[in-house]
């Protein structure tokens, strides 16, 4: 279809100015031309074949070409998904909705979206499906099934209830995750409490039995006898003469260096603790059957009168004080304190080898 006439307008420069055929800018291009020479059709997608000479004015263009080409393309892609989802929606196609013959041939001849909606070239077909088949698959398209607006639409819910569906799996698993580590913690928590009460059980249990150790071994010891030194050589016995006596020999004497310690030899009470004239530095103890025994000539006393003492207790050391030839025990033995025993004898009655 050619254009209307152009009217022509003071010549500029060596040019002419000819109105614009679209839009409001004027445009300016070829050389002069006579009245009753014919204007071509303007195609802004083609360049014109007329050779351009002498000066000549162009417009200045407004914006990018990226810009433009954006907008050609926005235009494009809307114009193409409506005319293919109104092709599809209607099995007669665009002719049998009124006044859409109109605008498909509107739409075909703008410049570069005529192509676009063009049924009569496969490479039309070809860009169009590009846009009108978005969201569909190959076998969607071959068969028809759903228009693209629809199939878009679908395609977009698919997504959005994948999304939640994923949303809702993540979810989940963090909740899961979550209640597990709780889970965790409060079991390492019950563990290090029942390892802590255990631990205090056993430590208690651990503590009785040694007390209950401790007071078996002391019941026993205060039950039982020990001869008053380790280490000693028996000399004077009980009942001998000498002048070193009154009458006679009221104990048994055990003769061992000076500072040898000198052991009870069972579980009493101290009586006495102090000097007692020829018996030097002496102590008395009184057991439970009120029985004394006497230790004496000692160099030193580690205990005081109204001490509780056990057998073995080391009550003072060996000496030589009072009326003593050299340094021994003189140990004497008084059932209820009265008269003394031979102090052997009542040693072997316990049990003790002298």
Known sequence: MDAPPRERTTPQE?????????????TYYGPR???DEALPEWNPGEETLRPVRGRHR????????????????????????????????????AGSVPGMSGAADTVAQLPVLGALVDTGSSEAAASTAVFTTAGLTETEVASGQADAGEALRARILQQADHQETNAETRARAEA???????????????????????????RAEEEERRRQEE???????????TLPLSDYRLTSGFGESGSMWQSTHTGTDFAASTGTPVKNVHTGTVK???????????????????????YCHLSSMNVSTGAEVTTSDV?????????????????????SGGDAIDPLTWLRDKGLSV
């Open 14 to 26: 060596d040019g002419y100015l000819h109105a614009a055929p679209y839009g409001t800018h004027p």
């Open 33 to 35: 031309v006579t009245d």
């Open 58 to 93: 162009v417009a200045r263009q407004r914006g990018g070409t990226i810009a433009r080409s954006r907008a050609v393309l926005g235009v494009g892609v809307i114009a193409a998904v409506g005319a293919g989802g109104m092709a599809t929606a209607n099995d007669n196609g």
């Open 176 to 202: 899961v995750a979550q209640a597990q580590t709780a889970a965790a913690e409060q079991a390492a928590e019950q563990a290090e409490a029942e390892r802590i009460a255990e631990e205090e059980r056993q």
């Open 215 to 225: 007071e078996r071994r002391l019941a026993e010891l205060r039950a039982s006898y």
């Open 272 to 294: 006495e603790a102090a000097w007692a004239g020829s018996y030097g530095y002496r102590i008395i103890v009184e057991l439970e059957d009120g029985t004394e025994i006497w």
């Open 315 to 335: 009550i003072g050391t060996v000496g030589s004080t009072g009326n003593s030839s050299g340094p021994h025990l003189h140990l004497e033995v008084r059932p």
